[in-house]
Structure formats: C-alpha cells, structure tokens
C-alpha cells in the first residue's frame, strides 16, 4: 500500500507493536494519526530462533492483513518479559519465552530490514495504557498476571530509575512471614497477587485456576476465600506502595487477571476502602478513587510497543545490507 494511510505529509509512516506473550504475540499497526488499523495474534516460539521467526511472521502477517509493503512500515516496537536492554536491544532471562539472551532488535532488523526496538513488555504496556487511558501527567500501569509488575509514566514518558528497576512493586516484601517467592524472599507483593502464585497455593487442576478460585469463594470454600483475600489485599497493597512513592494520579491495573473484571476490581477497592479506614491520612488520598481496570482485550500493550518503536530517532535508522 502506498497510499495516504501509510505515511503522511511529514513523512511519518506505519508504526508496528508487538506484544510478545508466553504463548501468544499481539500486534497492531497504527497510522500516523495514532489509529490503529490493524491487530492479529499469532503464536510464540520456544527459544531465541523461534522467538525471532514468530516475530517475523507477526509483522508479515499483519502488513498482508492491512494491505501494507513492508516499505511502508517505520519501525517495530517489541514489550517482551525479562530484562530489557533498551538500548541494545537485547532481551535476558524471558524464561517463559526459553530465550537465556537474545539481541532480539539486530536479529529482527536483519531479517526484515526496519529498525526494531525492544522494551520491557509491562513498561510498553503501561506508555500504551497511558495514551489510550488519555492520562496526562502521572500514571501507573499495574500488571497482575503469571507475575506481579508496575510501570510509571510521567508526562507520557516511561520513569526506569538509575537501573531500570523502578516499578519493581512485585518483590515488595509485605509479609516476612509469609509464601517463599521466586526471587528467595518470603511474603512479596507477588505471591499475594501474582497468578502463578495464587495458582500454586490452591493446587488443584484447571485452565483458569483464578477464575476457580473466585468461584469456590463465592460457593464459601475455605482457601479459596484466603486465596481471593489475598489477591485483593496484594493489589491494594501494590497501589498503595506506587501512589505512597510515585504519588501517581491513577493507578491503571492491567494483565491477565483482568479478564475476572469487576470481581477483581470491586475486590481491590473495597480492600482500599478498608486499609485507608483508620487512618485519615490514608482516607485523604481516595486512593479507591484512582484505580482503573483496563478493559479485557485492551491493545494497550501493542500500542505501547508501537510508541516504543516510534521513539526511535531518524538518527538511529540505518540500513542493513
Ligand atoms: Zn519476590
């Protein structure tokens, strides 16, 4: 395609955004008005080669969708799990994706010859959130999923700290006494909230173990009314450490325990209500006021990675031959 929608009078073309997920990549492309025109899914690989080789598919497979040349694209933008090195492009750790350390942005740039750039995927996730939220000034995005993790954005842009830790809340440590996490401390935000966790202590079988849980809850069953308490309390407890340092405006909760919709969000702010009740210090800053769900669905992850992948600088592009 090479006409209007592709690029426009400045010259700015097609921003790509992808998501890449354990098990699934989402992408969209967004005009240079900033719509989006295009969304597919396609399925992640297992280990550094696949990875690649879905990326490439991923954006092959949208520019046909779309009716786009891969010419017509600016750049890609990519939210993966793990430890990102923005600048280099490099991704380390994504053990949910089998990927150790890949220089993810050179191996994509090679293969498709557009400039790529890499992020962590809940800080894209949470630059989407923020533009699509409409929020200006300070936000934070808090991702529950398999793993419990915060990105800040202030004036639209990602705050990374002196090492890119900032948002970390998941390894808060709020119960010393309490579940061993995965990164060797006991009672973190994460094992309060994080679905992996809550699925690990209920232990019995099925697809959507949170979803069970909530269910057997409300059917009165002991654990799972303890498991479905500490979600809430964790949540909260996650809002309350990002307002209380960031002192961010809205608190905007995405990931994958969000398809649970409002029986999650009732849950974290009643459990809000609740902390902030002996305390007027607390009551004053409503925090129950400042949350918000993202809907189910939401492309705010694409759309972040897209934002990402825009940021790059003319600067920066070179051609590959
Ligand atoms: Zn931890």
């Not at 750790?93 to 790529?116: C, K, T, W, Y």
């Amino acid at each position: 395609m090479s006409d209007a929608r592709a690029a426009d009078p400045a010259g700015r073309r097609i921003r790509v955004g992808l998501d890449v997920g354990g098990t699934k990549i989402d992408a969209v492309a967004v005009d240079p008005s900033g719509e989006i025109i295009g969304r597919l899914r396609r399925v992640t690989g297992w280990g550094d080669d696949a990875v690649v080789e879905s990326i490439v598919t991923a954006v092959s497979g949208l520019a046909d969708e779309v009716g786009l040349s891969l010419s017509d694209i600016g750049s890609v933008g990519i939210g993966i799990p793990g430890l990102v090195d923005a600048d280099a492009g490099r991704v380390d750790h994504a053990v949910n994706l089998g990927v150790e350390s890949l220089d993810l942005a050179d191996r994509a740039e090679q293969a498709l010859g557009m400039p790529f750039r890499v992020e962590n995927d809940v800080k894209a996730a949470a630059l989407g959130a923020a533009a699509l939220s409409g929020v200006t000034g300070s936000m934070a995005y808090l991702n529950l999923g398999t793993g419990v993790a915060a990105g800040i954005v202030i004036d639209g842009r990602i705050w990374r700290g002196a090492r890119g830790t900032a948002g970390e809340v998941g390894h808060l440590s709020v119960d010393p006494k309490g579940r061993l996490c995965g990164c060797g401390q006991h009672g973190c935000v994460e094992t309060f909230c994080g679905g992996g966790a809550l699925a690990k202590a209920w232990g019995r079988p099925g697809a959507l173990p949170i979803r069970d849980i909530f269910d057997a809850a409300d059917a009165g069953d002991p654990l799972a009314l303890a498991l479905r308490e500490d979600l809430f309390h964790g949540a909260a407890a996650a809002v309350r450490v990002l307002v209380l340092s960031a002192d961010v405006e809205t608190v905007v909760i995405g990931g994958g325990l969000t398809a649970l919709g409002d029986r999650l969000e009732a849950g974290v702010r009643a459990a809000l209500h609740a902390g902030a009740d002996a305390s007027p210090f607390m009551r004053s800053l409503r925090l129950d006021e400042r949350i918000e769900l993202l809907p189910a669905g939401s492309p705010a992850a694409a759309f972040g990675a897209a934002l990402v992948g825009a940021s790059i600088t003319e600067k920066e592009i070179v051609p590959h031959g």
